[in-house]
């Protein structure tokens, strides 16, 4: 019932910029925390950001810190992600997904690759 699908990503070349947004539904979207993920290849699922339920706090992993920016609209059930500044070790499928409680999204691909 609950739902999360993510969509945006694509192909863009180092340097350029995407946003992504995650679609929430079956939940009280505005009570909870969410996150945004990456599946890098050769790599573990890591954590890029996260943002608190009312918006009001965001946290960033290092590596995307100045370049990433997470975002919500409650009115909307969306979380976004802006990525600017966009490198090639950025590539991979991202997630989102609410604070310590599954489900993961869908995913969607970002490659970044001249």
């Known amino acids: 019932q609950v739902r999360l699908v993510e969509s945006g990503g694509g192909l863009v070349q180092p340097g350029g910029s995407l946003r992504l947004s995650c679609a929430g539904s079956g939940f009280t979207f505005s009570s909870y925390g969410m996150n945004w993920y990456r599946q890098t290849p050769g790599k573990e699922r890591e954590f890029v950001a996260s943002i608190s339920s009312s918006g009001g706090s965001t946290n960033y992993a290092g590596s995307v810190k100045g370049r990433f920016t997470i975002s919500r609209d409650n009115g909307k059930n969306a979380v976004y992600l802006q990525m600017n500044d966009l490198k090639p070790e950025d590539t991979g499928v991202y997630y989102c997904?609410?604070?310590?409680?599954?489900?993961w999204g869908q995913g969607t691909q970002v490659t970044v690759s001249s």
């Open positions: 997904k609410r604070t310590t409680l599954p489900p």
